[in-house]
């Protein structure tokens, strides 16, 4: 009698010693795995208050290849916008993947690139009316993938300058492109977006500062034309930036970011962007601020700091 209960007794401490090493075993495993989450789960801490839009590529090192990893990390990381200048070029099957990846995160598309822009010779400028019926077909297109993807706003870049035409001339030709293309995008409440390109990296171009693509917008009167006011080109072409901000105010509809000299993140170079950030929110902007810019630093390393630096620069 005496061994049965000495046999139940150690029974009984091996199972309590059991199950009290396996609820240790759990709660640590809980631990370890809080500890080393993926970065897709571990800094969903809070939303940035601004319309920050990366682009596929910037996160690479954290979300691998796969665009849709991609996608889910910038989610994940607080940004609610993004934006794909070669989003046109993509299959219908790829841009529906993205538009369902967007909407279930409730995340807003940026801009696109609308059309084929010309680097070295004139087209818009030029009136040639091959290059103009080319255009407004790219434009025609651009409404069924912006529809595909729940965008409203597309790049428009009107190319290079015509040497051979006074600038006036050159003018009336854009403008007249651009009224062709709004009547085709003001039924469908899509805004294309001019950009005007620095003279150092881009020279040659026809549209190269703010207070130009104002006048044009003026000259075009259509809530489908508006201006896409990229910081980076704007601080190496005119500076003033928050005066030509106010300037333009009501016809710029999108922002896009980069540090001069560089084009990396804010924070590395001379343009204060918390300061900019900041007026433009005071004057009402709540639009999409787009991240076109390179990381100044390689690898995981170089991505978190571009995320710090907008963590940095957000709003209070």
Same mark, same amino acid.
């Given at each position: ?133 080319? !255009? +407004? #077909? ?5 409404? %069924?993938?912006? @529809?595909? &993807? ?55 171009? !026809? +549209? #190269? ?5 104002? %006048?044009?917008? @003026?000259? &075009? ?55 900019? !950030? ?39």
């Amino acid at each position: 009698m005496e061994e049965k209960r000495q046999n139940m007794s150690r029974r009984n401490f091996i199972a309590t010693t059991l199950a009290a090493a396996t609820a240790t075993a759990t709660a640590t495993a809980a631990s370890v795995t809080s500890n080393i989450a993926s970065p897709l789960s571990q800094s969903n801490k809070s939303k940035f208050k601004l319309k920050f839009a990366p682009h596929f590529g910037m996160f690479k090192h954290h979300a691998g290849e796969d665009l849709i990893d991609q996608l889910k990390f910038m989610v994940d990381e607080g940004f609610t916008a993004f934006e794909d200048n070669s989003m046109k070029n993509r299959s219908v099957e790829t841009q529906e993947q993205i538009a369902k990846e967007m909407a279930k995160s409730n995340m807003e598309m940026g801009v696109f690139v609308a059309h084929n822009i010309y680097w070295t010779e004139p087209n818009l400028a030029s009136g040639d009316a091959e290059k103009l019926d080319e !255009f +407004l #077909t790219h434009i025609r297109e651009s409404v %069924e993938v912006a @529809k595909r &993807v729940n965008a409203t706003w597309m790049t428009v870049v009107p190319g290079f300058v015509d040497l051979r035409k006074d600038m006036a001339y050159q003018t009336a030709n854009v403008i007249n492109a651009l009224r062709r293309a709004s009547e085709i995008l003001e039924p469908h409440a899509l805004v294309m977006v001019l950009e005007p390109l620095n003279f150092y990296n881009h020279p040659g171009l !026809f +549209l #190269t500062g703010v207070p130009q693509a104002f %006048e044009i917008c @003026k000259a &075009v009167a259509s809530p489908a034309c508006k201006i896409l006011d990229d910081l980076y080109h704007q601080q190496i072409q005119l500076g003033n930036l928050i005066p030509n901000i106010d300037h333009a105010w009501d016809e710029i509809a999108y922002y896009q970011i980069g540090d001069n000299p560089g084009r990396k993140e804010p924070t590395t170079g001379e343009i204060n962007y918390k300061n900019v !950030f900041k007026h433009i929110h005071e004057k009402g902007f709540t639009g999409i601020l787009g991240m076109e810019h390179g990381n100044s630093r390689a690898g995981k390393e170089g991505e978190r700091a571009v995320i710090d630096a907008y963590r940095q620069c957000d709003i209070d």
